[in-house]
C-alpha cells in the first residue's frame, strides 16, 4: 500500500509541474480516482489518503463498491484524515434502463451523449424529487468505437438540455484516443476545451456550467496543460 501512496504523490507533483508551466493553480484541477480494476483493499488505501472523490464504469460494480466503501467509512470515521463521505462519479456509458438505480448513488453523470438519456434522467429524477448534476460527452477523437455526441452536434444537444427541468449540465467529458501521438491527443483535448469555451461564450448553457473532464492514466498531462478541471485516474494510482 505504500505503492499507493508514492504513486499519488508522483501523479501530484506531475500536475503541479504541469500547471506551474502554463499557469494554473494545481486546486483548480480535481482527480477523480476511477476504481474499476482496483481491490477494495487498494479502494480504502485511496480513501484513507483523503480521497472523495470516485468513479465507476459499470452500474453493478458501482453498485458493490458504494456499499462496501459506505461500511468502510462508517467503520473507520474516527482515523485522522478519513472523509466523512465519498462523492461517486458514473463515468462509464449509461444505458437508459439503468438510470434510476444510479442517480441515488453518484453527484456527477460524466456520459451523457444523446437527448433521449438526457430525458430519461430528468423524468426520473422528478419523481425523486433531485436535479442530478451531468456532463455531455463529445467524442472529440471521431473514433467510431468510442461513445459522445459528435462535435458538430454537441451544441445543439447542450441546448436541448439545458431546456430540461431536472438536469444540470455542468461540463463536457471526453476521451483522448487511443495513441501515443501526444499531437493527436492535444487536438482532441484542444477541440473539447475549444468547444466548451464556445458554449460559455454564446450562453448557450447556464452559469453552472464549469467542468471539463478530460484526462486519464496515459494522457492526464496533456489535458491538464489544455484546461482540464476533472481528470479520471485509475491505472496510474493502482498500477503505476
Not at 480504502?44 to 458493490?64: A, I, P
Not at 462496501?68 to 456509458?93: L, Q, S, T
Request: with cysteine; proline share 3%.
Amino acid at each position: 500500500m505504500i505503492k499507493i501512496a508514492e504513486r499519488v504523490k508522483r501523479l501530484r507533483e506531475n500536475i503541479s509541474s504541469v500547471c506551474a508551466r502554463v499557469g494554473r493553480d494545481p486546486a483548480e484541477v480535481k482527480l477523480v480516482v476511477v476504481t474499476k480494476s482496483a481491490s477494495q483493499e487498494a479502494i480504502e488505501e485511496v480513501v484513507r489518503l483523503g480521497f472523495s472523490e470516485l468513479g465507476e464504469n459499470r452500474v453493478q460494480q458501482l453498485k458493490r463498491v458504494v456499499t462496501e466503501v459506505d461500511e468502510f467509512i462508517k467503520h473507520n470515521a474516527d482515523e485522522p484524515g478519513m472523509p466523512r463521505k465519498v462523492n461517486w462519479h458514473m463515468i462509464g456509458h449509461l444505458q437508459r434502463n439503468k438510470v434510476r438505480q444510479v442517480l441515488p448513488m453518484v453527484t456527477l453523470i460524466h456520459s451523457v451523449d444523446t437527448l433521449r438519456l438526457a430525458e430519461e434522467i430528468s423524468a426520473a429524477a422528478a419523481k425523486m424529487n433531485t436535479v442530478p448534476r451531468v456532463l455531455l460527452q463529445v467524442n472529440t477523437s471521431e473514433e467510431s468505437q468510442k461513445y459522445g455526441v459528435p462535435v458538430g452536434a454537441a451544441l445543439h444537444l447542450a441546448e436541448q438540455i439545458d431546456t430540461l427541468p431536472n438536469i444540470k449540465l455542468v461540463g463536457l467529458m471526453t476521451m483522448g484516443p487511443l495513441t501515443h501521438n501526444k499531437d493527436v491527443i492535444r487536438k482532441c483535448f484542444t477541440r473539447a476545451r475549444e468547444l466548451f469555451l464556445e458554449m460559455r461564450g454564446e450562453r448557450v448553457v447556464g452559469h453552472n456550467f464549469e467542468e471539463l473532464s478530460m484526462g486519464m492514466s496515459s494522457d492526464y498531462e496533456i489535458a491538464v496543460e489544455q484546461g482540464a478541471t476533472i481528470l479520471r485516474i485509475g491505472s496510474a494510482i493502482f498500477s503505476g
